[in-house]
């Protein structure tokens, strides 16, 4: 059973960072295929950014130039960098093996002025 964990949400200002870091047992991690995903208060669950095995990434329109997805596969870890961050950007941040299914139990990022 794969296990995720998230860390490094919080609460940040317009235009401030924050990096969001999933940490994933288990063995064969750097094929997996390894996603971020969100929801905000009464909305379905998105598509934020994906990383593949090989390292190609893609990003939802609402967060291209802004979000950055990385992975380092001595660490089982994804990363997803947020930059510029805007107040629709409130949300629970999951994780999610996309090889297997599993997803985390979300980090909570509040954009707040």
């Known amino acids: 059973q794969v296990q995720l964990v998230e860390s490094g949400g919080g609460v940040v200002q317009p235009g401030g960072s924050l990096r969001l870091s999933c940490a994933a047992s288990?063995?064969?991690?750097?094929?997996?295929?390894m996603g971020w995903y969100r929801q905000a208060p009464g909305k379905q669950r998105d598509f934020v950014a994906i990383?593949?095995?090989?390292?190609?990434?893609n990003y939802a329109d609402s967060v291209k130039g802004r979000f950055t997805i990385s992975r380092d596969n001595a660490k089982n870890t994804v990363y997803l960098q947020m930059d510029s961050l805007k107040l629709e950007d409130t949300a629970v941040y999951y994780c999610?093996?996309?090889?297997?299914?599993?997803w985390g139990q979300g980090t909570q990022v509040t954009v707040s002025s």
């Open positions: 999610r093996d996309l090889s297997t299914g599993y």
């Open positions: 288990g063995s064969g991690f750097s094929f997996k295929v």
């Open positions: 990383i593949n095995r090989g390292g190609t990434t």
